[in-house]
């Protein structure tokens, strides 16, 4: 799904929690998204998925089973 019109703003959403990514004074133990370059990895991910698309940025998602829809464009 195409999201370049709306990157900034899932940015915005998400460094509104900052308290749970990397803080280089923080005694907290490391995790995954408190990891140094985690934060440079949503855009570089969204540009990869979007990429084979010929999208600036994409959303990837995952379905456990099959959908049924005659056309994607009835989705949205």
């Not at 084979?52 to 056309?71: A, D, Q």
Request: aromatic share 12%.
């Amino acid at each position: 799904m195409d999201i370049t019109a709306v990157m900034d703003q899932k940015m915005e959403a998400i460094l509104a929690h900052s308290s749970q990514f990397y803080d280089p004074n923080s005694s907290e133990p490391d995790t995954y998204i408190a990891s140094k370059g985690f934060l440079d990895n949503i855009p570089a991910r969204a540009r990869e998925h979007g990429r084979p698309c010929g999208f600036l940025y994409g959303e990837g998602f995952t379905c456990t089973r099959w959908i049924g829809v005659k056309s994607v464009a009835t989705l949205w």
